[in-house]
């Protein structure tokens, strides 16, 4: 027992929690180039399911509505939303054009009632950081004197018309050597829009809930948007809390 947790089983638990959350990547590499982006999580009552799982939750407040929810997500740079696969055609109705779907391999959780046992969730996402090109050392893709090649932006078919990123600086050639995520760092893996984790309830959580997703789903959401070191996310449904913890640990802010 310390003075954060409540016993050897908690510290355990929080130790775990952490690790599995770890810190963003590639902060110095992205100092001077990336812009802050201000990103919101949303983890709602699943469409039809409010009642069931939460009617006796001291935040019940019946169905969400989810246009209104699509609509406060609008204000931010970038967000995530999840929802259940049996509902994702209607959320996905409205949602803005260039929505994207991950899915979350969490794994079966058995139904006598159904033949089908579903496993994944969906997470539809918008407005994530853009991939964009970074400069390289190697020259002898071209000269000095090749013009053909311009600073371009790959962009996330998310984002807003008219909307830019910071210009990324190119060496002398003009020519970008490698193509990478400048919110990560150097040989970090790619964003995969796919997670296979499990999932069991945290027990040592005084203020778990149905549903609450793991600590590695979260720091999946987080690359998935792209966020990194000095931007600002929201977690319109906190529910255990647990997405705010692993943001502070993520971006290096918790104690």
């Not at 992205?30 to 699943?46: C, N, Q, S, W």
């Not at 259940?84 to 899915?103: F, T």
């Not at 964009?132 to 984002?159: E, F, I, P």
């Not at 990478?180 to 999932?199: E, F, I, M, N, Y």
Request: with cysteine.
């Amino acid at each position: 027992m310390d003075a954060i947790t409540c016993s050897k089983r908690c510290r355990q638990a929080r130790n775990r929690f952490i690790r599995a959350v770890g810190s963003a990547r590639g902060a110095a590499g992205a100092a001077g180039v990336l812009e802050p982006m201000r990103f919101a999580y949303a983890d709602p009552p699943y469409p039809g399911k409010s009642r069931r799982y939460y009617g006796e939750h001291r935040d019940y407040a019946g169905e969400v509505d989810h246009v209104e929810l699509v609509a406060r997500l609008s204000e931010y740079d970038g967000w995530a939303l999840s929802t259940s696969a049996s509902a994702l055609q209607h959320v996905l109705s409205l949602c803005p054009q260039g929505s994207r779907v991950a899915a979350w391999h969490r794994g079966e959780r058995p139904n006598r009632r159904q033949v089908i046992v579903n496993a994944w969730e969906p997470v539809i996402y918008f407005g994530a950081r853009p991939v964009v090109l970074d400069v390289g050392d190697d020259t002898s893709r071209g000269s000095s004197d090749d013009t053909s090649s311009t600073a371009t932006v790959r962009h996330d078919v998310s984002r807003r018309p008219g909307e830019n990123v910071a210009a990324i600086a190119f060496d002398g050639s003009g020519v970008a050597a490698a193509l990478r995520d400048v919110s990560r760092g150097a040989g970090a893996t790619r964003r995969v829009d796919s997670l296979v984790l499990g999932v069991s309830a945290r027990t040592t959580d005084p203020e778990r809930v149905t549903g609450a997703k793991p600590a590695g789903f979260a720091r999946w959401v987080f690359e998935l948007l792209g966020a990194t070191h000095g931007d600002e996310l929201d977690d319109l449904f906190p529910g255990s809390g647990a997405i705010a913890r692993a943001w502070d640990i993520y971006t290096g802010r918790a104690a």
